[in-house]
């Protein structure tokens, strides 16, 4: 898998290529790191950090690693860089700041969050660990790319993956039992209900990508999509949030209506999670 490091700064882009080293398999990654400099042109102590970057992370990975040193604004760099070079993961390192004067580096996220065509990965410099994922999933979704990407960097990475789908606290069909609200997901398969024939697929798909059984956890949560991702985050302590943008036609006159959706489910949990967050775009169609 070619992936491609990167940050809006050289501070943030070690946590960053630090990040990297639980998702790559030295025997099929290639690495690119990208970095930018802080004014018009890249000075020798900034190239010097990079390549000193470069060939850590290329000591500890074994595979090839490539730098390279930008001095353009970040987002439009990393998009132009994609769209030349067909990557499967782009991680990013950004700053976690609550103030409004320090958004911006979160508006480079949530610009490459509704672009990328690949996986993108925020990183935050305060995280340094990756032993839980929770995977956010909908039960719409047959093919789930969200569980297959996520639960590939999870069998990397030797880490927990939790599977997490927030029903609707009202049936939202016809042929829905009020029961299944109150059931755990485990109740869910035993009764074969949409969801629990969801989680079924879901764990198939995370044992066929190599994760073991006794990493894997099902949970089911009522309420409102973005508010229960970030609470069970928050008190399963998870370190990596997976969540894919929905799945809508890609005729113009659903346009705008992708563009809501992403930012209700994908883009608002970027910026009410406070853990990196893994953004799988939605197939074209």
């Not at 782009?90 to 065509?117: C, D, N, Q, S």
């Not at 927990?160 to 029903?167: G, N, S, W």
Request: hydrophobic share 45%.
């Amino acid at each position: 898998m070619k992936i491609l490091v990167t940050s809006d700064g050289l501070d943030t882009l070690e946590r960053a290529a630090d990040y990297t080293t639980f998702l790559a398999d030295p025997s099929e990654a290639a690495i690119r790191v990208l970095g930018f400099c802080k004014k018009e042109r890249e000075t020798e102590g900034e190239w010097g950090e990079l390549a000193s970057l470069r060939d850590r992370l290329d000591e500890a990975l074994g595979c090839p690693v490539e730098a390279s040193l930008r001095c353009g604004e970040p987002a439009a760099e990393i998009l132009e860089e994609t769209e030349r070079h067909d990557y499967g993961l782009v991680v990013l390192g950004i700053h976690l700041r609550r103030r409004l004067t320090h958004l911006r580096p979160k508006v480079v996220a949530l610009e490459l969050a509704t672009r990328l065509r690949a996986p993108l990965l925020i990183v935050f410099p305060e995280w340094g660990q990756l032993r839980r994922m929770l995977i956010c999933t909908s039960a719409a979704r047959k093919d789930m790319p969200v569980v297959r990407t996520a639960g590939r960097l999870a069998s990397q990475a030797g880490a927990e993956a939790t599977v997490l789908h927030v029903m609707s606290q009202v049936p939202v069909s016809a042929d829905a039992e009020v029961e299944d609200l109150e059931r755990s997901a485990e109740e869910l398969m035993e009764h074969d209900s949409r969801e629990g024939v969801h989680f079924d697929r879901a764990l198939e798909i995370l044992a066929q990508v190599g994760v073991p059984a006794d990493k894997v956890e099902a949970k089911i949560r009522h309420g409102l999509v973005v508010d229960e991702i970030v609470r069970e985050s928050d008190r399963g302590d998870f370190d990596l949030i997976a969540v894919g943008a929905h799945h809508v036609p890609s005729k113009r006159s659903w346009h705008e209506l992708r563009e809501l959706i992403q930012e209700d489910i994908a883009e608002r949990v970027l910026l009410e999670a406070r853990r990196p967050v893994l953004i799988i775009p939605a197939m074209r169609v």
